[in-house]
């Protein structure tokens, strides 16, 4: 799976459009992806990535970075054996997208505004 492009509120992937956040899990997306408290990432918001088990879990806390990612989500992934990635969207996609390119197991959830 690759992300074509990527601007503030919209992400094309493998030419599909999507204007909602995503999860990007193997050969699936999962749009209209909401969160329990909105620009905070809980381990609750992540049920579909950690069901598929990825090693690396690429997160865009957005264009401006302004989702947190809390210490127990981050520890909850890590006791999982899931590496996790955080950062600005723009940077997560090019994550993305160098991981999938090199064939790691990677699985992305991607806020596309803030």
């Keep these: 799976?690759?992300?074509?492009?990527?601007?503030?509120g919209e992400i094309v992937v493998d030419g599909a459009r999507y204007?909602?956040?995503?999860?990007?899990?193997?050969?699936?997306?999962?749009?209209?992806?909401w969160r329990?408290?909105?620009?905070?990432?809980a381990?609750?918001?992540l049920t579909s990535v950690i069901e598929v088990k990825p090693?690396?879990?690429?997160?865009g806390c957005g264009a401006?970075?302004?989702?947190?990612v809390p210490?127990?989500?981050q520890q909850f992934l890590k006791e999982k054996?899931?590496?996790?990635?955080?950062?600005?969207t723009y940077k997560a996609v090019e994550k993305f997208n160098e991981l999938s390119e090199a064939g790691v197991n990677v699985a992305a959830a991607l806020h596309l505004t803030c």
């Design 64 to 68: 401006s970075g302004m989702m947190d």
């Design 1 to 8: 799976m690759r992300i074509d492009s990527y601007q503030f």
């Design 71 to 73: 210490g127990a989500t």
């Design 55 to 59: 090693s690396v879990l690429v997160v």
């Design 19 to 33: 204007d909602s956040d995503v999860i990007i899990l193997g050969e699936k997306v999962q749009s209209n992806w």
């Design 43 to 45: 381990v609750e918001d």
């Design 36 to 41: 329990k408290q909105g620009h905070s990432l």
């Design 81 to 88: 054996g899931i590496q996790l990635e955080a950062m600005g």
